[in-house]
């Protein structure tokens, strides 16, 4: 094996002569040079949302049973926990150790900082 030092400075616009563009640059380039390679065609759309719509009727007709909810903001359901202690694992709080295994704050939420 030989080793050696190589230069990994990189800069685009030295190398090729130019900025390089986006994505968006080159998409809309495309769109109006006519280029529809990136876009997909109406048929392959709706061919798409057949085969979604099905499952997002079923979820809006049957709202999910026992699933683990949680306000956003929040460090999640208590379902969190029980899958780490399944594991033998819980979530670590340094700021809270004495407040028992599931480290509970005062106002009963949990307040998690990592996993132990």
């Given at each position: 094996m030989k080793l050696g030092l190589v230069n990994?400075?990189?800069d685009y616009a030295t190398y090729f002569?130019?900025?390089h563009s986006t994505g968006y640059?080159?998409?809309l380039r495309d769109c109006m040079a006519g280029d529809a390679t990136l876009f997909q065609r109406a048929d392959m759309v709706e061919a798409g949302w057949n085969v979604i719509q099905p499952i997002?009727?079923?979820w809006h007709a049957l709202p999910a049973r026992d699933f683990p909810?949680?306000?956003a903001g929040s460090w999640g359901p208590p379902e969190a926990a029980d899958l780490l202690e399944r594991d033998g694992?819980?979530?670590h709080n340094t700021e809270n150790e004495g407040l028992g295994?599931?480290?509970r704050t005062s106002t009963g939420e949990r307040d998690?900082?990592?996993i132990a």
């Open positions: 990994m400075d990189f002569g130019s900025e640059e080159r998409l997002l009727d079923v909810n949680y306000a694992r819980e979530w295994r599931r480290n998690r900082v990592g």
